[in-house]
């Protein structure tokens, strides 16, 4: 293991403590290291390479540099602003290091004795501190063997857990006495996927238990692939809640197997105190948390189900922070449930872990066709010109001076726009100048007054920062825009650098584990997917056989409808008959799913007032977590009703709703974005990289969430139901060729009747 790595697990002490200490960048601590390596003698050494071993524990790194005249061995540290407000627990973390250096070094060299020194390197006034003291190697060797001793007591632990985890693992059988049609397959693609080291993508059907069915064959892999860890990553709470659900079927099948289960919360959701400051003085579960991380970390050990009430359960008891805690767990846990973000996010934690530690680990992505969005969303930034002036009203004076330079490169950008909205082939370089100008001295303002880095200020500081990185990733695959809005007499905007594909990013990240699995019920076109994700070349590829037989759905295809925007209003009475026919023929509970919330509430007014016997219940605009519970919580067995909810929104997918609590859908849209600006500025984006450019923005989207929404009705081998499209697009075969190829389409009966009328004997056919 490497030196800081020992340090901070057995060295880390005190509060925990997020206050804002503007730090170095990377490339600033190289230039500082060198800068102060270049100041030293002839024979000055620097990176000097150490190893040794303790046990069966080996410990390498490199020493910052050795100065042989002087016998002095120096650690650097750079920084930024007032060294004395450095905490005292990050200097003891530093001595730390340098200690063990200093025996590794004692130990390489034969030496007696060393000077250890730590070097305190100011990046802005490239002034050095020195703080040195003298060590015999006797002294360092009693500290190192004391870390070596705390760590190696808690490896050895670490392995026989891990020894037998993989014996438990290799002996796991399935579950279920049997595998559901297709489940098989797909297991044995992933183990296949896993054993390989490929990338797999897996397109099956909902219901058909894929959670489990790629889960188990990972677990399964895990041993002879010597996985670490194995990543579940997923785009919302549901799909965090399934990972669980079959991870403790598992458990419950093998309940010697002792698999450590983690899941990962948003900080908002984990957050005991959403009031206090992440520091000492404010909450109490900061103060002394690495005093008590130890105990609490052992503890959390004998507990191999880690869901967010069992950590938060383990932090408790010890008093410490339940969020950061699960931090510190993801480096023991075997599974890690998590938000895609944890793992493909700029400065996604658990793939710096991985990178740091070089984990051999498999991911899982859930319901990967989200995938393209999120990650569009994760190398995107934004900047508000309103927002900024709001910040320049209350700023202090060095930094308002810095934002009125900002605000007026900023006003510049509006001399060359004529329209409301403008795509922009290049990012505006002097702006982006003044930007950068503007970041130093927040940056320079905070290292001064560090209590002044909280609230809407702060907020600012880091939605520039982010925008000047991403600025500086700025390729074919970015769009530089300006939605610009007259406030009063000033003309304000918002300015957007809008990742358009995601692949160059995601790539990395998957090509980095052992195997990366993205399964999903909408997959369709795989090429789609492929080239905005940037899968690699040797990714295979998996259609499974769906579970259910065409007989359990019925999906009606009404042509003779329009749900276009200008068709709206002349849809709404025809759309209401169709779902009180509907309801009347086969009473039970219904989801109705429209583009839009005031299209959704059109319908159910009408449909409340002609028909007042149905009962009816409504998606809103922002319903909270309690509000959508309460919503599927109308879906029993015994009910009766239509459900209103938006296509794509919070009803569409990961719901599940088996039996009589859900028997059929109306989709009352092909699910398309909306045109505006934005979306055909990536139109036109798609059509240049990919030649498809309605078909990448606005088709394969929209089809997803109407496969998706379909896919809440049959969710078991018992399942009856019925799916109606209603949408004259439906019809086209290019809209077909997009739909799951079990399903049985078949026009409406007065689509039928109005064919009949054609004197065609294949429409007959057809209609029979």
């Not at 002879?224 to 659900?245: H, Q, W, Y």
């Not at 709703?657 to 984006?685: C, D, H, M, S, W």
């Not at 064919?755 to 294949?762: H, Q, T």
């Amino acid at each position: 293991m490497a030196v800081r790595e020992l340090c901070e697990f057995t060295a880390k002490a005190g509060d925990l403590d997020l206050r804002f200490t503007p730090s170095p960048t990377a490339q600033e601590g190289i230039v500082g290291h060198r800068t102060v390596a270049a100041r030293r003698g002839p024979g000055y050494q620097s990176e000097v390479a150490l190893s040794g071993v303790f046990h069966e524990l080996t410990i390498r790194g490199r020493a910052d540099g050795y100065d042989a005249e002087l016998n002095q061995l120096e650690e650097v540290k750079t920084y930024r602003g007032d060294l004395a407000s450095l905490p005292a627990n990050h200097r003891q973390l530093h001595w730390a290091q340098v200690k063990v250096y200093g025996w590794l070094l004692c130990q390489q060299m034969q030496l007696t004795e060393v000077n250890l020194a730590l070097v305190y390197f100011n990046i802005i006034s490239e002034h050095e501190t020195l703080v040195q003291q003298r060590f015999t190697a006797p002294e360092l060797q009693a500290f190192f063997e004391a870390q070596a001793g705390i760590f190696l007591s808690w490896a050895r632990q670490e392995l026989a857990h891990r020894e037998a985890r993989d014996h438990g693992l290799s002996a796991l059988k399935f579950p279920h006495p049997d595998f559901r049609t297709g489940q098989r397959a797909l297991a044995e693609s992933v183990y296949k996927a896993v054993s390989t080291g490929r990338c797999l993508m897996a397109q099956a059907p909902t219901g058909i238990g894929k959670t489990i069915g790629t889960v188990f064959p990972m677990l399964k892999a895990a041993p002879t692939r010597k996985l670490d860890k194995v990543f579940f990553l997923t785009a919302k709470t549901p799909g965090r809640k399934l990972a669980l659900d079959a991870l403790s079927v598992i458990a419950r099948s093998a309940p010697q197997l002792g698999v450590r289960v983690l899941e990962m919360v948003a900080r908002d959701k984990a957050c005991e105190y959403p009031e206090n400051a992440c520091n000492g003085d404010s909450c109490p579960l900061a103060k002394g948390f690495y005093d008590r991380l130890p105990a609490a970390r052992a503890d959390a050990m004998t507990t191999p189900w880690l869901d967010q009430a069992g950590t938060r359960e383990v932090a408790l008891r010890h008093g410490i922070c339940p969020y950061y805690l699960s931090q510190e767990l993801a480096r023991w846990a075997d599974v890690v449930i998590a938000d895609y973000n944890y793992y493909f996010d700029l400065s996604g934690m658990l793939f710096g872990l991985c990178q740091f530690n070089q984990w051999r680990v498999a991911v899982l992505v859930d319901e990967a066709h989200n995938m393209v969005e999120r990650a569009r969303q994760m190398y995107s930034a934004t900047l508000d010109q309103h927002s900024m002036n709001q910040v320049r009203q209350s700023a202090p004076e060095p930094v308002k001076k810095a934002l009125q330079r900002l605000n007026r490169e900023w006003n510049a950008l509006h001399k060359e726009q004529v329209a409301p909205y403008q795509a922009y082939a290049a990012t505006p370089a002097r702006f982006l100048n003044t930007l950068s100008q503007c970041i130093t001295t927040f940056g320079d303002y905070f290292n001064e007054h560090p209590h002044a880095a909280n609230g809407e200020l702060q907020s600012f500081y880091f939605e520039a920062i982010q925008f000047g990185r991403i600025a500086e990733l700025f390729d074919e695959h970015f769009l530089f825009d300006i939605s610009k809005r007259e406030l009063g007499s000033k003309a304000l905007s918002r300015l957007c650098l809008r990742n358009v594909v995601p692949a160059g990013f995601v790539r990395p990240r998957l090509t980095a584990a052992i195997s990366a699995v993205l399964f999903s019920a909408t997959l369709n076109p795989r090429h789609y997917y492929r080239d905005l994700l940037g899968l690699p070349d040797t990714t295979a590829w998996v259609d499974v056989e769906s579970p259910f037989q065409r007989s359990q759905l019925d999906v009606e295809i009404v042509s003779r409808i329009s749900t276009r925007f200008t068709h709206r209003q002349a849809s709404l009475a025809p759309i209401v008959e169709l779902i009180a026919r509907q309801f009347e023929a086969r009473p039970g509970n219904y989801l109705a799913f429209f583009s839009s919330f005031d299209y959704l509430q059109q319908v159910a007014e009408l449909m409340e007032r002609s028909h007042p016997q149905v009962t009816v219940w409504k998606q809103s605009r922002g319903m909270g977590e309690a509000d959508r519970q309460a919503f599927l919580d109308r879906f029993t067995p015994d009910s009766q009703g239509i459900g209103f909810a938006v296509l794509g929104g919070a009803f569409g997918e990961g719901i599940d709703l088996p039996g009589a609590r859900l028997i059929g859908a109306f989709i009352a849209t092909l699910g398309l974005a909306q045109i505006n600006p934005v979306n055909e500025q990536l139109k036109q984006r798609m059509s240049l990289l990919f030649g498809a450019g309605y078909d990448y923005t606005y088709l394969y989207p929209g089809m997803q969430k109407v496969v998706q929404a379909a896919g809440r009705v049959i969710r078991g081998q018992d399942d009856r139901g019925v799916v109606v499209l209603i949408d004259d697009r439906f019809a086209e075969p290019k809209i077909q060729q997009l739909l799951p190829a079990w399903w049985q389409l078949k026009p409406s009966p007065a689509n039928c009747l109005r064919a009949l009328r054609i004197d065609s004997r294949a429409q007959r056919s057809n209609c029979q």
